[in-house]
């Protein structure tokens, strides 16, 4: 390993990509939002800047997602976004090429995969590797995957939600939904336009999540105003929400989220699930810190559950420790030069 490679960690997430540059940490935690521009297809913003921009940009202006479900939606946009967020980490100094870890979910096709290495590599990276993200959630966490320990891995981010049981390295048993943060964000748009009659935008239904969303009802409820339009006048109009509508409103998410656990608990060997019942269940991911929901985990399956430390930062946490000790992780580790 020469001094000049350097070497990169992207979480390349439907909602946030985070960047980690090993010796210096998490360097960058962005939106993966692209701004547009319709005319001549210019890309005019990207990451916060963009994000701003969302639901508030003039015709002439798209500021969309280029990830879905964790996957690649659109090639050319994800490359100028992984291209800015590269050159952003490494400061625009840099001349050498660096050697990227990207992560992809557990169910992503190898066509996917191929598109992840293709995109950063036409983006400036010398080489590319991707790694399956409850192996680095797994990492992250300060799990010791090489063990023959069965270790349950719950990831949910914005648009899939990772489960998988870990050992000796490799993934015994795994699952990926496509039922997140993001599904439970539309969730709360939806319910607010039955009950309410109002239009609310999607960065609104996400604080409202974050505010006073919960995963089981709760006794002291929080509340929040929203702000939002009509739908019968079309004028603005506020409205105080409460914690447990809330939860009435993404129970069904949940409801899919769990199904997902419950699955791979079901594959899971029998050896390991006596280990899963010692340990626990892993929560990773930003969306698995929706209040009371490792609580939830537990009433449904009867498996203790605990959230990680730093659940968001988990995946790109695993990367970088990945990045540093590529040798002891060669299994795991799918490459392309």
């Given at each position: ?158 648009g899939t939600t ?5 050992s000796l390295g ?168």
């Amino acid at each position: 390993m020469s001094f000049f490679s350097k070497k990169l960690g992207i979480d390349l997430g439907t909602a946030n990509t985070l960047v980690f540059l090993p010796g210096r940490g998490v360097v960058l935690n962005e939106p993966s939002v692209v701004a547009v521009s319709e005319q001549d297809n210019q890309i005019l913003a990207v990451g916060n800047d963009a994000k701003d921009m969302i639901g508030k940009t003039p015709d002439s202006i798209i500021a969309y997602r280029p990830m879905k479900d964790g996957v690649i939606a659109d090639y050319r946009v994800t490359e100028a976004m992984l291209r800015y967020f590269i050159n952003k980490a490494l400061g625009k100094w840099n001349i050498w090429k660096p050697e990227v870890m990207i992560s992809v979910p557990a169910g992503v096709t190898s066509t996917e995969r191929r598109a992840v290495i293709e995109a950063a590599i036409k983006a400036g990276a010398k080489n590319a590797y991707v790694v399956k993200e409850p192996i680095l959630a797994a990492i992250g966490a300060g799990i010791s995957i090489q063990e023959a320990v069965g270790h349950m891995i719950v990831d949910i981010g914005g648009g899939t939600t990772d489960v998988a049981v870990i050992s000796l390295g490799g993934i015994v048993a795994c699952t990926s939904v496509k039922c997140a943060g993001n599904k439970l964000d539309a969730a709360i748009t939806d319910y607010i336009k039955k009950t309410y009659n109002l239009a609310i935008g999607d960065k609104t239904a996400e604080e409202i999540k974050i505010q006073v969303g919960s995963a089981v009802p709760v006794e002291e409820e929080l509340a929040m105003t929203i702000k939002g339009r009509d739908f019968l006048t079309g004028l603005p109009r506020a409205v105080e929400i409460k914690t447990n509508e809330i939860v009435k409103a993404i129970s069904k998410e949940l409801r899919d989220m769990i199904k997902a656990i419950k699955d791979v608990l079901q594959e899971t060997p029998p050896e390991l699930a006596s280990d899963i019942i010692d340990n626990g269940i892993i929560m990773t991911g930003g969306s698995s810190m929706l209040r009371n929901l490792p609580e939830l985990v537990f009433r449904r399956t009867g498996v203790k559950a605990v959230l990680a430390d730093d659940a968001l930062y988990c995946v790109v946490k695993g990367t970088g420790i990945a990045l540093d000790h590529l040798d002891t992780y060669k299994k795991t580790i799918i490459t392309k030069r």
